[in-house]
């Protein structure tokens, strides 16, 4: 199952492709106003096709929004879920806190402990924090499936060694919301049912 992680921004998207390779789509100076917006969503549309993309998951809308932020942020997202739907690419948004809680072990944890966090469980580090961000969304997907997660972390072994282990605390975090104690849903993409018996490994 191909997943794409999406953390989406006007200025700056961190994507994480299914090949655990990572980008930023970032609009040129030049490019303003509703133009930004269809730059974002032509170029995550236009990745997501290249990849072959099943499902992506996006950073949800999290927390109150001050200045700019807080005008821009909904259209960007409206932008890219209308561009995914167009092309029939199926999407799912997880929240900030649900993220940061299964990557960290925090709900509110900062950017500094996300990157901490990617370091020690997968061995990467990244060019931006929303790469980061971007990364962590897609092996969040990977394991809302079921699927194993190959870290970059040497290993004598790559079939057993390297094999991403989360404690399953973190990984409750995406079945279940932290605020509103809701379950967290995630779509069935061609035929695959997600937390099938084995998802919530130690």
Known sequence: MRIMGADLSITRTGLGLPD????????PKQVTGDDRLEYLADHIGLAARTAGVELVVIEGLGGV????????????HGAVR???KRHRIPYMLLSPSSLKKF?????????????????????????????????????A????????????????????DRVLRMPVEQVKALRWSIGKKEEIVW????????????????
């Open 20 to 27: 655990a390779t990572t980008l930023a789509v970032v609009p």
């Open 187 to 202: 779509p069935v993409v061609g035929g695959r049912v997600p937390w099938p018996g084995l998802a919530l490994r130690a």
């Open 141 to 160: 997907g990977r394991f809302a499936y079921g699927l194993p997660e190959v870290t970059d972390t040497p290993g004598p072994s790559l079939a057993v």
């Open 65 to 76: 929004y001050k200045g700019e932020a807080a005008r821009t942020m909904p259209m960007v």
């Open 82 to 84: 209308l561009e995914l």
């Open 103 to 139: 990557a960290t072990g925090n709900g509110a944890a900062d950017k500094t402990a996300m990157a901490l966090a990617a370091l020690k469980r997968l061995g990467r580090e990244y060019a931006t924090n929303d790469e980061c961000d971007a990364d962590w969304l897609r092996v």
